[in-house]
C-alpha cells in the first residue's frame, strides 16, 4: 500500500465494497452489472445488490449500513420517489457516510441545479450521458469519497479531556476585554509547502483571564450564550482589516523561522480570522458575518480577498461542529455563498475531530480544510493521527479544496505532510507567532 492511502489495513484483510443498485426497471441492473462485472478499487471487489423500489432501498440500508454506494434512480413508484429516500437515508436512518449518486432519465422532473443545492447528495447524472467508462468512474469517485469518510469515523484517538463547564467570569472578563481593547493579538504564517511562500496570516487571539491568558478557541466551551460572540468576531474583523492594510501599505517582513517561510508573500496574503461556533445558534453567528465583514472592509478600504474566515469550534463533548443540524446547515451554507460572493475565503477548522458529512462540505463549499491540531502534532509517529490526516488531505483534494496542517512542530512531522501532498502548514517550525503590534512595527521586507 501507498504512504498516501488513508486506509492502513493490508489489503487481503479488508471486505467487498457493498454497493446498491436502486432502479425500478430491471434492465439497468442488468446493464450496470455487466459493465462493471470486473470492477475493484484499492485491491478489493465490488458487489453490487439489488433495490426495485425506495422501500426496498431503505429496507436494505437498514439492514446492511456498510454500503459505501447508492446508485438512486428519481423517478420509480412517483416522480419523486429518489428525492424523498434521499431525506430519509440522511434524516429517519441518519446514515451522513454512504454516498448518493442520483440517475435519471427523466431531468426535467428534478433539474440538476435544484436537486444538487436541496438533497444532500454526491453526484447527479443523466442516464444516457452515462457511458461504461464515466459509471465506472462515478463508482471509484463514490467509493474513494466513501474511503476517506469512514477513516476519519474509524481512527481512534485517546479520548478529549472533559470540556470545562462555562464560568461566569470567563464571560465578564471578556467582556471587559472587548470594551477595553485589552485582549492580546498575535499572527503566524500559514505556509505554502510546495512554493515555500507565505500563503495567509492567522490571527490568533487571546483573552484576559485571572490565571493567565485563554486561548480563542477555549471560548467555545466557556462561553453560556452567543451574545459576545457577534461583537467579538465584529472586532477581530477589524483588527485583521488593520494588519491588512499595514501589509498593503509597507509589505511586512513575516516573523518566522527557515527560509521557506521568511519567503515574502505576493500578492499580499489573506489574513485569517478564527470564527467561534458555538453548539447551539451557530445559524444566528453564521448569518451575521456577511454584513460585518462588509463593514469592516469598507471601514478599512480594503478588496474582499484581504480576508479569510476560519470557522471553527468545539461541541460540548470535545468533538468537532461539522455535522449541523439541517436548519443551521442551511444557514451556513447561505452565509458561505455570501461570503464568498464577496470575495472571501473561507477555511473549515477542526476537521477531523468529530462527526463529518461528505454532503455537508460540499454544500458549504470551503476553500481550505484545516487538520485539527490535535492530528497534527506527532503525525509522523502515530498510526492513527497518520490516518487521520491522510485522510483529511485526501477528502480535501476530492472536494477539489486545499489542505492545511495546523501545529506543525517538527521537521519529521513537516516532511510527512509535504510527502502526502498537503497544500499549507502552520506552526512554531515554520514560524512562531508574533504579536501583531510587531508585526505592524515591522521594517518594509527587503
Known amino acids: 500500500m501507498s504512504p498516501s492511502s488513508p486506509m492502513p489495513e493490508p489489503l487481503s484483510t479488508l471486505p467487498p465494497w457493498q454497493v446498491l443498485l436502486v432502479d425500478d426497471e430491471p434492465a439497468v441492473h442488468d446493464v450496470t452489472r455487466l459493465v462493471l462485472r470486473d470492477l475493484s478499487f484499492g485491491g478489493r471487489p465490488v458487489v453490487f445488490h439489488s433495490a426495485y423500489s425506495g422501500e426496498q432501498c431503505l429496507a436494505h440500508l437498514s439492514a446492511h449500513p456498510d454500503t459505501a454506494l447508492v446508485l438512486l434512480d428519481v423517478v420509480m413508484e412517483t416522480d419523486q ?20 449518486v442520483l440517475r435519471t432519465g427523466h431531468p426535467g422532473m428534478a433539474p440538476e441545479a435544484e436537486v444538487v443545492l436541496d438533497y444532500e447528495i454526491n453526484g447527479y447524472f443523466v442516464k444516457t450521458e452515462l457511458t461504461a467508462r464515466k459509471l465506472a468512474s462515478v463508482v471509484i469517485a ?27 467570569r470567563t464571560e ?14 498575535q499572527a503566524q504564517c500559514q505556509v505554502d509547502l510546495a512554493r515555500g511562500t507565505v500563503a495567509a496570516v492567522a490571527l490568533l487571539p487571546e483573552w484576559p483571564q485571572a490565571d493567565g ?42 516573523r518566522a523561522a527557515g527560509e521557506a517561510a521568511a519567503a515574502a508573500a505576493e500578492p499580499p496574503p489573506r489574513i485569517s480570522v478564527p470564527v467561534l461556533l458555538p453548539a447551539a445558534g451557530a445559524g444566528a453567528i453564521l448569518q451575521a458575518l456577511p454584513e460585518q465583514v462588509r463593514q469592516a472592509l469598507d471601514e478599512a478600504g480594503l478588496p474582499a480577498g484581504a480576508l479569510d474566515l476560519l470557522l471553527s469550534g468545539h461541541l460540548p463533548d470535545g468533538s468537532g461542529a461539522w455535522d449541523m443540524p439541517g436548519g443551521d446547515a442551511e444557514t451556513a451554507r447561505l452565509a458561505c455563498s455570501r461570503l ?12 477531523g475531530s468529530g462527526p463529518i458529512s461528505l454532503a455537508h ?9 484545516q487538520i485539527a491540531r490535535s492530528h497534527v502534532d506527532g503525525v509522523a ?40 501532498g498537503c497544500d499549507q502548514g502552520q506552526g512554531d517550525l515554520l514560524g512562531p507567532p508574533c504579536p501583531v503590534a510587531e508585526w505592524l512595527h515591522a521594517p518594509p521586507a527587503g
Open 81 to 100: 420517489a429518489g428525492l424523498e429516500v434521499v431525506h430519509r437515508i440522511r434524516r429517519e436512518l441518519r446514515n451522513a457516510d454512504v454516498q448518493i
Open 142 to 168: 463514490g467509493l474513494r469519497s466513501y474511503q476517506y469518510v469512514r477513516a476519519l469515523q474509524q481512527a481512534h484517538l485517546p479520548p478529549p479531556a472533559a470540556a470545562p463547564t462555562h464560568d461566569p
Open 172 to 185: 465578564e472578563d471578556v467582556a471587559r476585554a472587548l470594551r477595553e481593547r485589552r485582549y492580546r493579538l
Open 213 to 254: 491568558w485563554l486561548p480563542h478557541a477555549a471560548l467555545a466551551t466557556r462561553l453560556r450564550g452567543t451574545a459576545l460572540l457577534e461583537p467579538m468576531h465584529a472586532a477581530l474583523l477589524r483588527d485583521a482589516c488593520a494588519l491588512a492594510g499595514a501589509w498593503r501599505a509597507a509589505p511586512l517582513r513575516p
Open 340 to 351: 464568498r460572493d464577496q470575495g472571501v475565503t473561507i477555511t473549515l477548522g477542526d476537521v
Open 361 to 369: 462540505l460540499r454544500r458549504l463549499q470551503p476553500d481550505r480544510m
Open 381 to 420: 509517529a502515530d498510526p492513527e493521527r497518520s490516518a487521520i490526516a491522510r485522510a483529511v488531505i485526501a477528502l480535501a483534494h476530492t472536494l477539489g479544496v486545499q489542505s492545511l496542517a495546523d501545529g506543525i512542530a517538527s521537521a519529521a512531522d513537516l516532511e510527512f505532510f509535504k510527502w502526502e
